[in-house]
């Protein structure tokens, strides 16, 4: 942990710097190149400009670690320079330090520090000219403007570069970033709806095999032709759920969804849903109606549909493994720019399901209302329930109800599918 107030150690590159600039000055000065005819007039040329020069090396090992202070120490031994008798690397070296001081300082120091520069060159072109009133004194705020500002204004003119840089690196950064949190997000939502159509397809059929199977083992020896007439329902089952899996993987692998169109369950196709479903809900006491309502006029958006169609398929997956024997009502109702659907069952307390599951069927389908701006209510209802023809129906019965707007887009992921 570095001392508070202790200085910086300097950088390997402004020791080369410092390092150059130093044996520069000491070949000048042994060359006896040490300029005495500077109009200061204590002007002692000698061994004395080596003293600024080691002032001036000491400021060069500090311009980038701590360039505060390397700007006043260099600006006293540049002035000790011209008293001493100037050596050119003594004057290069603050050129330097002027320069890293706007480069590497603050903020602040580095908009005032080329003002201040501009102030000094200004005054240094237009007093001497004002007092001798001679024109050859303008070579003096032009040594002073090369000295001075000229470095200032690089360092301002490089520190806007670099500062642009900056910014252009963190914004490709944060757009990296956001691209990385839509790809995530678009994989996630994607692993999620293939999950949903997962259950929503397969589990339908797995759910038939299983209650079918069940049933013929039972009646197996006593009523052979009802154990035949179950096994070719699992067979049923069994070649459209693989047929399914066959579809999904296919889509999973094909590169674009254009060499590859999925057909879209469509609500006209209900009738052929239910057909099975009444064929293995025999055995447990269950009937199934449709009661669709709908204006035939009036089309319903893809998205709507195919997520109309899946709620109902797993409110009739759920009936099958879970509802007591009775009527189960299937109604669809379209009126105010919403398609409403209806599942009513029968409900009783029961120790267990038909048939295993993984508990994700209301969660896929509330996930589906969601997504399309919807809402959907599931849950036993012990009051007095109108069925489709008006009149309450008798018993406790457990009821899926989803309004779905008829918007032509899902929000968030596509409903495809």
């Known amino acids: 942990m570095r001392l508070l107030g202790r200085t910086p150690r300097p950088h390997r590159h402004d020791v080369v710097i410092a390092a150059a600039g130093l044996l520069s000055g000491l070949v000048l000065w042994s060359l006896g190149l040490a300029t005495s005819d500077c109009p200061v007039p204590l002007a002692v040329p000698g061994a004395l400009t080596l003293v600024p020069l080691a002032v001036m090396t000491g400021a060069e090992l500090l311009r980038r670690t701590a360039p505060a202070v390397a700007l006043p120490v260099a600006t006293v031994a540049l002035a000790l320079d011209q008293a001493a008798g100037s050596l050119l690397a003594t004057v290069l070296m603050f050129t330097d330090v002027v320069y890293a001081a706007v480069y590497y300082g603050t903020p602040a120091r580095a908009r005032r520090i080329p003002l201040v520069c501009v102030a000094l060159t200004v005054l240094a072109t237009v007093v001497p000219l004002a007092v001798t009133r001679d024109v050859d004194t303008l070579l003096v705020g032009a040594v002073v403007g090369l000295v001075v500002l000229a470095p200032a204004w690089t360092g301002a003119g490089m520190r806007a570069h670099r500062e642009t840089a900056e910014t252009e690196r963190l914004r490709a950064e944060q757009t990296a970033l956001l691209a990385e949190l839509d790809r995530r997000g678009a994989v996630h939502a994607e692993r999620a709806r293939m999950a949903r159509e997962l259950h929503d397809m397969v589990a339908n059929h797995l759910s038939a095999i299983a209650i079918h199977s069940s049933a013929a083992l039972s009646v197996a020896r006593n009523d052979p032709e009802a154990a035949q007439q179950a096994l070719g329902t699992i067979r049923e089952s069994s070649v459209a759920g693989l047929a399914e899996m066959r579809r999904l993987i296919g889509l999973l692998r094909t590169a674009s969804a254009d060499e590859q169109p999925a057909p879209v369950s469509r609500l006209d196709a209900l009738d052929s849903l239910l057909e099975p479903a009444g064929v293995a809900g ?32 797993e409110s009739v997956t759920n009936a099958l493994k879970h509802a007591a ?47 399309l701006e919807g809402t959907l209510l599931a849950g036993p209802s012990h009051g007095p329930v109108e069925g489709p023809d008006g009149e309450p129906r008798p018993g406790p019965v457990w009821r899926v109800r989803a309004e779905l707007p008829l918007h032509s887009e899902p929000v968030g992921t596509p409903a495809t599918n």
């Open 282 to 313: 025999t055995a447990s006491g269950l009937t199934f109606s449709l009661h669709d309502r709908r204006p035939r006029a009036q089309a319903v958006p893809t998205p709507v549909e195919l997520a109309a169609y899946r709620i109902v398929q």
């Open 325 to 371: 024997p009775g009527a189960v009502d299937i109604t669809l109702e379209q009126c105010r720019q919403r398609l409403a659907i209806t599942v009513d069952s029968p409900f009783r307390a029961r120790p267990g399901p038909r048939v295993p599951g993984a508990g994700a069927g209301l969660i896929g389908m509330a996930e589906r209302a969601a997504l």
